[in-house]
């Protein structure tokens, strides 16, 4: 099953390589919001709860953006019925799940960058940030990964991914938001605990579901 999964991964890094829709999307969408933002400002500074909210509310954007072609390019493409035939549908999940993961990671990363620049954000705890930033990573990529299986086949794609995905991934987005305003304000780990075996247990209960349901949702 990891032999396949990694196989299906590497033919998805493969293919956006190739054609670059993704990541150009993607960079294009965070130059432009992260420019309006800065812009908007001026000088004005803004607070550590304000600044957690419109950071998540980027990258839950531009998850929205990169994330939903993953099953939807094999239909456009025809080519589901060959993985279909050639790999078990948990190793299909694990390897759409792998790429998506990897894709957001690059994505945040940017993100997090350019805003830190762009706002002159100052971060207290940096280590408590950058687990709130992973477990948030982790938590969006698994809603977005089955969301994705399961608008493969509905006629409007780009309307139904956010619509499906944001009350799915509104108890992430909270406590995510909340831990990140924490960290920015130098929160010890006690006071961020909650927030975080939230987001641990979301991501859980999130990938679980996936591996259980995956199987109906692929051979539909």
């Known amino acids: 099953m990891i032999k396949q999964a990694f ?3 590497k033919k998805d890094f493969s293919s956006e390589i190739r054609t670059r829709y993704a990541i150009n999307a993607l960079l294009m ?5 992260i420019s309006i933002i800065k812009f908007s400002l001026g000088e004005e500074k803004l607070s550590s709860e304000m600044n957690a909210g419109i950071l998540w509310i980027i990258i839950f954007f531009a998850a929205s953006n990169g994330l939903s072609r993953v099953f939807v390019s094999e239909e456009e493409r025809g080519t589901s019925l060959a ?3 050639s790999a078990e549908a948990k190793s299909v999940l694990l390897g ?3 790429f998506n993961t990897s894709l957001t990671f690059i994505i945040n990363f940017f993100i997090i960058f350019l805003y830190i620049i762009i706002t002159d954000l100052k971060i207290s705890s940096i280590g408590l940030f950058l687990i709130t930033i992973i477990l948030g990573n982790f938590g969006l990529s698994s ?3 089955i969301i994705a299986a399961l608008i493969s086949k509905a006629s409007s794609k780009g309307t139904l991914y956010p619509v499906l995905s944001f009350p799915l ?8 938001i909340s831990a990140t305003w924490l960290s920015i304000e130098g929160t010890a780990f006690s006071g961020i605990s909650g927030e975080l075996q939230i987001m641990v247990s979301y991501t859980i209960v999130v990938i679980t579901a ?3 349901l995956f199987d109906l949702i692929w051979n539909d």
């Not at 969408?29 to 919001?33: N, P, T």
């Open 7 to 9: 196989a299906i991964c």
């Open 29 to 33: 969408f965070i130059i432009v919001v």
């Open 83 to 85: 993985i279909k035939l």
């Open 96 to 98: 759409k799940l792998i």
């Open 143 to 145: 809603v977005m990964t």
């Open 169 to 176: 991934l509104l108890p992430l987005l909270l406590a995510s």
């Open 210 to 212: 996936s591996f259980l």
